[in-house]
Protein backbone atom coordinates (compact mmCIF):
# COMPACT_ATOMS: atom_id res chain seq x y z
CA UNK A 1 0.00 0.00 0.00
CA UNK A 2 3.17 2.60 0.85
CA UNK A 3 4.65 1.94 -2.38
CA UNK A 4 1.04 2.80 -4.20
CA UNK A 5 1.05 5.82 -2.08
CA UNK A 6 4.89 6.47 -2.98
CA UNK A 7 4.41 5.98 -6.56
CA UNK A 8 0.64 8.28 -6.88
CA UNK A 9 2.85 11.29 -5.37
CA UNK A 10 5.91 10.66 -7.81
CA UNK A 11 3.18 10.89 -10.53
CA UNK A 12 1.55 13.76 -9.56
CA UNK A 13 5.09 15.51 -8.75
CA UNK A 14 6.25 14.64 -12.56
CA UNK A 15 2.50 15.77 -13.53
CA UNK A 16 3.05 18.76 -11.92
CA UNK A 17 6.39 19.66 -12.80
CA UNK A 18 5.58 18.46 -16.75
CA UNK A 19 2.42 21.17 -16.16
CA UNK A 20 4.94 23.85 -15.03
CA UNK A 21 7.10 23.45 -17.38
CA UNK A 22 5.15 23.38 -20.37
CA UNK A 23 3.33 26.52 -19.05
CA UNK A 24 6.67 28.28 -18.69
CA UNK A 25 8.17 26.67 -22.48
CA UNK A 26 4.58 28.05 -23.43
CA UNK A 27 5.32 31.67 -22.24
CA UNK A 28 8.68 32.13 -23.47
CA UNK A 29 7.53 30.92 -26.80
CA UNK A 30 4.93 33.16 -26.88
CA UNK A 31 7.40 35.82 -25.59
CA UNK A 32 9.30 35.11 -28.32
CA UNK A 33 7.07 35.41 -31.22
CA UNK A 34 5.71 38.72 -30.42
CA UNK A 35 9.18 40.03 -29.66
CA UNK A 36 10.30 38.72 -33.46
CA UNK A 37 6.84 40.13 -34.66
CA UNK A 38 7.99 43.81 -33.26
CA UNK A 39 11.01 43.31 -34.89
CA UNK A 40 10.01 42.76 -37.83
CA UNK A 41 6.76 45.43 -37.64
CA UNK A 42 10.13 47.69 -36.85
CA UNK A 43 12.08 46.43 -40.27
CA UNK A 44 9.25 46.75 -42.03
CA UNK A 45 8.32 50.24 -41.01
CA UNK A 46 11.91 50.98 -41.59
CA UNK A 47 12.16 49.62 -44.86
CA UNK A 48 8.91 51.33 -45.92
CA UNK A 49 10.66 54.99 -44.74
CA UNK A 50 13.66 53.97 -46.95
CA UNK A 51 11.29 53.15 -50.06
CA UNK A 52 8.82 56.37 -49.70
CA UNK A 53 12.15 58.48 -49.43
CA UNK A 54 13.75 57.20 -52.25
CA UNK A 55 10.43 57.97 -54.04
CA UNK A 56 10.35 61.40 -52.63
CA UNK A 57 13.79 62.23 -53.82
CA UNK A 58 13.56 61.05 -56.93
CA UNK A 59 10.72 63.61 -57.32
CA UNK A 60 12.39 66.23 -55.93
CA UNK A 61 15.58 65.20 -58.55
CA UNK A 62 12.63 65.81 -61.05
CA UNK A 63 11.29 69.35 -59.85
CA UNK A 64 15.00 71.06 -59.47
CA UNK A 65 15.62 69.71 -63.22
CA UNK A 66 12.11 71.28 -64.42
CA UNK A 67 13.50 74.42 -62.29
CA UNK A 68 16.82 74.77 -63.63
CA UNK A 69 16.28 73.52 -67.43
CA UNK A 70 12.63 74.76 -68.42
CA UNK A 71 11.15 77.41 -65.67
CA UNK A 72 15.05 78.95 -65.70
CA UNK A 73 16.17 79.07 -69.31
CA UNK A 74 12.45 80.97 -69.77
CA UNK A 75 14.15 83.63 -66.70
CA UNK A 76 17.12 83.71 -68.99
CA UNK A 77 15.38 84.77 -71.75
CA UNK A 78 13.16 87.45 -70.54
CA UNK A 79 16.07 88.52 -69.12
CA UNK A 80 18.05 89.28 -72.08
CA UNK A 81 15.00 90.22 -73.76
CA UNK A 82 14.66 93.17 -71.26
CA UNK A 83 18.59 94.17 -71.71
CA UNK A 84 17.91 94.76 -75.29
CA UNK A 85 15.31 97.35 -74.47
CA UNK A 86 16.68 101.32 -74.21
CA UNK A 87 16.71 102.29 -70.56
CA UNK A 88 15.54 105.55 -72.10
CA UNK A 89 11.93 104.76 -72.76
CA UNK A 90 11.53 102.43 -69.68
CA UNK A 91 12.75 104.30 -66.42
CA UNK A 92 11.75 100.78 -64.75
CA UNK A 93 14.01 98.72 -66.49
CA UNK A 94 17.33 98.60 -64.49
CA UNK A 95 14.89 97.63 -61.54
CA UNK A 96 13.39 94.79 -63.80
CA UNK A 97 16.63 93.05 -64.75
CA UNK A 98 17.70 93.37 -61.48
CA UNK A 99 14.84 91.86 -59.92
CA UNK A 100 15.01 88.71 -62.87
CA UNK A 101 18.41 88.63 -61.66
CA UNK A 102 17.38 87.97 -58.12
CA UNK A 103 14.92 85.58 -59.65
CA UNK A 104 17.31 83.26 -61.99
CA UNK A 105 19.80 83.27 -58.51
CA UNK A 106 16.32 82.01 -56.48
CA UNK A 107 15.89 79.39 -58.87
CA UNK A 108 19.18 78.20 -59.08
CA UNK A 109 19.28 77.94 -55.38
CA UNK A 110 16.22 76.11 -55.13
CA UNK A 111 16.80 74.18 -57.61
CA UNK A 112 20.30 73.07 -55.60
CA UNK A 113 18.36 72.65 -52.62
CA UNK A 114 16.09 70.10 -54.30
CA UNK A 115 18.88 67.61 -55.10
CA UNK A 116 20.21 65.18 -52.78
CA UNK A 117 23.93 65.25 -54.84
CA UNK A 118 23.64 68.62 -53.58
CA UNK A 119 23.01 67.40 -50.23
CA UNK A 120 25.75 64.78 -50.11
CA UNK A 121 28.22 67.27 -51.97
CA UNK A 122 27.95 70.33 -49.11
CA UNK A 123 26.80 67.88 -45.48
CA UNK A 124 23.04 68.70 -44.49
CA UNK A 125 24.11 71.08 -42.28
CA UNK A 126 26.03 73.61 -44.53
CA UNK A 127 23.10 72.61 -47.22
CA UNK A 128 20.60 74.13 -43.98
CA UNK A 129 22.55 77.36 -43.81
CA UNK A 130 22.36 78.11 -46.85
CA UNK A 131 18.46 77.59 -46.69
CA UNK A 132 18.66 80.32 -43.86
CA UNK A 133 20.85 82.85 -45.79
CA UNK A 134 17.98 82.62 -48.73
CA UNK A 135 15.49 82.73 -45.59
CA UNK A 136 17.24 86.01 -44.01
CA UNK A 137 17.16 88.13 -47.46
CA UNK A 138 13.09 87.38 -47.21
CA UNK A 139 13.04 90.01 -43.75
CA UNK A 140 12.48 87.39 -41.52
CA UNK A 141 15.85 87.08 -38.67
CA UNK A 142 16.75 83.41 -37.95
CA UNK A 143 19.74 82.89 -35.49
CA UNK A 144 21.91 79.43 -36.47
CA UNK A 145 23.70 78.22 -33.66
CA UNK A 146 25.95 75.34 -33.93
CA UNK A 147 27.64 72.62 -31.48
CA UNK A 148 29.14 70.13 -33.02
CA UNK A 149 31.58 67.20 -33.06
CA UNK A 150 31.37 67.37 -36.94
CA UNK A 151 31.33 63.61 -38.04
CA UNK A 152 30.70 62.09 -41.38
CA UNK A 153 27.11 60.75 -41.23
CA UNK A 154 25.47 58.26 -43.58
CA UNK A 155 23.84 59.67 -46.99
CA UNK A 156 20.18 58.78 -45.86
CA UNK A 157 20.55 60.54 -42.29
CA UNK A 158 22.32 63.59 -43.80
CA UNK A 159 19.36 64.03 -46.26
CA UNK A 160 16.49 63.01 -43.62
CA UNK A 161 18.04 65.43 -40.98
CA UNK A 162 18.10 68.40 -43.67
CA UNK A 163 14.98 67.33 -45.80
CA UNK A 164 12.78 67.38 -41.70
CA UNK A 165 14.14 71.15 -40.83
CA UNK A 166 13.57 72.06 -44.14
CA UNK A 167 9.72 71.20 -43.84
CA UNK A 168 9.95 72.40 -40.48
CA UNK A 169 10.77 75.90 -41.41
CA UNK A 170 8.65 75.70 -44.66
CA UNK A 171 5.50 75.11 -42.36
CA UNK A 172 7.19 77.90 -40.36
CA UNK A 173 7.13 80.30 -43.00
CA UNK A 174 3.32 79.29 -44.34
CA UNK A 175 1.78 79.20 -41.02
CA UNK A 176 3.52 80.72 -37.83
CA UNK A 177 3.14 84.49 -39.10
CA UNK A 178 7.09 84.73 -37.84
CA UNK A 179 9.61 87.29 -37.87
CA UNK A 180 12.39 85.63 -35.48
CA UNK A 181 13.22 81.92 -35.97
CA UNK A 182 16.25 80.64 -33.58
CA UNK A 183 18.05 77.21 -34.92
CA UNK A 184 20.48 75.34 -32.19
CA UNK A 185 22.13 72.51 -33.25
CA UNK A 186 24.16 70.05 -31.22
CA UNK A 187 25.69 66.94 -32.53
CA UNK A 188 27.98 64.57 -30.68
CA UNK A 189 29.15 61.15 -31.30
CA UNK A 190 25.44 59.50 -29.75
CA UNK A 191 23.09 62.04 -30.95
CA UNK A 192 21.60 64.92 -33.06
CA UNK A 193 19.69 67.30 -31.45
CA UNK A 194 17.67 70.14 -33.18
CA UNK A 195 15.80 72.98 -31.43
CA UNK A 196 13.96 75.34 -33.86
CA UNK A 197 12.20 77.91 -32.21
CA UNK A 198 9.38 81.20 -33.31
CA UNK A 199 7.58 84.15 -32.69
CA UNK A 200 4.69 83.30 -34.91
CA UNK A 201 1.28 83.14 -33.53
CA UNK A 202 2.11 79.83 -32.22
CA UNK A 203 -1.32 77.21 -31.98
CA UNK A 204 -3.04 74.18 -30.11
CA UNK A 205 -0.85 71.14 -30.28
CA UNK A 206 -3.47 68.63 -29.25
CA UNK A 207 -6.09 70.18 -31.49
CA UNK A 208 -4.03 70.44 -34.26
CA UNK A 209 -2.57 66.66 -34.26
CA UNK A 210 -6.18 65.59 -33.81
CA UNK A 211 -7.44 67.55 -37.28
CA UNK A 212 -3.92 66.49 -38.61
CA UNK A 213 -4.15 62.80 -38.40
CA UNK A 214 -6.15 62.45 -41.47
CA UNK A 215 -3.97 64.06 -43.28
CA UNK A 216 -0.86 62.60 -46.03
CA UNK A 217 1.81 63.59 -46.68
CA UNK A 218 3.85 66.48 -45.20
CA UNK A 219 1.55 66.86 -41.84
CA UNK A 220 3.06 67.16 -38.17
CA UNK A 221 1.83 63.55 -37.60
CA UNK A 222 3.68 62.43 -40.84
CA UNK A 223 6.62 63.81 -39.48
CA UNK A 224 6.26 62.65 -35.95
CA UNK A 225 6.33 59.03 -37.12
CA UNK A 226 8.92 59.22 -40.20
CA UNK A 227 11.13 60.32 -36.75
CA UNK A 228 10.09 57.81 -34.94
CA UNK A 229 10.66 55.43 -37.43
CA UNK A 230 14.03 56.46 -37.80
CA UNK A 231 15.17 55.80 -34.43
CA UNK A 232 14.32 59.45 -32.76
CA UNK A 233 11.79 61.73 -31.44
CA UNK A 234 9.94 64.89 -33.53
CA UNK A 235 8.26 66.99 -29.84
CA UNK A 236 6.35 70.01 -30.71
CA UNK A 237 5.91 73.06 -28.14
CA UNK A 238 3.50 75.36 -28.84
CA UNK A 239 0.75 77.85 -27.28
CA UNK A 240 -2.09 80.81 -28.91
CA UNK A 241 0.16 83.95 -29.23
CA UNK A 242 3.34 82.54 -27.70
CA UNK A 243 5.24 80.92 -30.51
CA UNK A 244 6.31 77.88 -31.31
CA UNK A 245 9.37 75.20 -30.00
CA UNK A 246 10.23 71.99 -31.66
CA UNK A 247 13.01 69.51 -30.57
CA UNK A 248 14.42 67.53 -32.91
CA UNK A 249 16.59 64.43 -31.38
CA UNK A 250 17.96 61.51 -33.46
CA UNK A 251 20.42 58.80 -32.37
CA UNK A 252 23.30 58.19 -34.50
Given at each position: MLIFVICGILFLSLLSGFIVYFIVFYRQKQANFLQEKKLAESIYQQELLKALNEIKETTLQYVASELHDNIGQMASVVKMNLMLLPTSNHPNLELSIEMMGNILQEIKTLSKGLKSEFIE????????????????????????????????LAADKEIFLYRLCQETLHNILQHAVARNIRINIKESKKEIEIQIEDNGKGFDVN????????????????????????????TIESKVGMGTSIQIKLAL
Open positions: EKGWIKALEIDVERINKLGIQIEFNIESEYQNAYLEKDITKKGNGLQSMIKRCKIAGGNY
